[in-house]
């Protein structure tokens, strides 16, 4: 298993995993524009020559990092792909002391999966997702 910064020709892959794993339909334009504004912040993990997952972030400002999507391929969860992920984005930008992201209040799976890693529940957002569904802005200070 690798991780490696994301490439055009894995749009595709990255589109089916996003679209599997998360709620929000997100275009692969959408992706492509992510991609533009945040090249580094991209990264996927490829088994075998196939992406099993990935990560999206983008930079807030010069100290700050926000996680726009993570989702690994339903069959290759629970291996540390998630973690493997979320690790080597992390070694990309070593002046980030802040790192956050918005989660589902109903997905448990993932909310454990951040407090793992060292996140906390700061604040629920209320109305966050199109469905009117409310999130948790979850946090790590590096630093
Ligand atoms: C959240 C998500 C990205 C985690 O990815 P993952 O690859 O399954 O994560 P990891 O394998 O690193 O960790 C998950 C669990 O597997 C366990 N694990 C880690 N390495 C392992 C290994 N080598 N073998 C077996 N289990 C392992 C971890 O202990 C963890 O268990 P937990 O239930 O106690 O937390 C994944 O569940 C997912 O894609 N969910 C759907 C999309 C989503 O909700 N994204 C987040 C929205 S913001």
Redesign the pocket.
């Known amino acids: 298993m690798a991780v490696r910064n994301f490439e055009y020709k894995d749009l595709e892959e990255v589109w089916e995993i996003a679209k599997e794993?998360?709620e929000e339909n997100y275009t692969m334009d959408f992706l492509l524009y992510l991609w533009q504004i945040n090249p580094d912040g991209f990264l996927v993990a490829e088994k075998n020559g196939k992406i099993v997952?990935f990560i999206l972030s983008a930079k807030q400002s010069k100290d700050e990092l926000r996680i726009l999507m993570?989702?690994?391929k339903k069959e290759?969860?629970?291996?540390?792909?998630?973690?493997m992920l979320l690790k080597e984005l992390l070694l990309k930008f070593p002046e980030v002391r802040r790192i956050y992201?918005e989660?589902k209040v109903e997905?448990k799976?993932?909310i454990?999966?951040y407090k793992?890693h060292g996140f906390k529940i700061k604040e629920k957002i209320k109305d966050f997702y199109t469905d009117g569904s409310s999130a948790y802005l979850m946090e790590k200070i590096l630093y």
């Open positions: 794993a998360l997952g993570l989702a690994v290759y969860r629970g291996q540390g792909i998630g973690s992201l989660v997905n799976k993932a454990k999966f793992k």
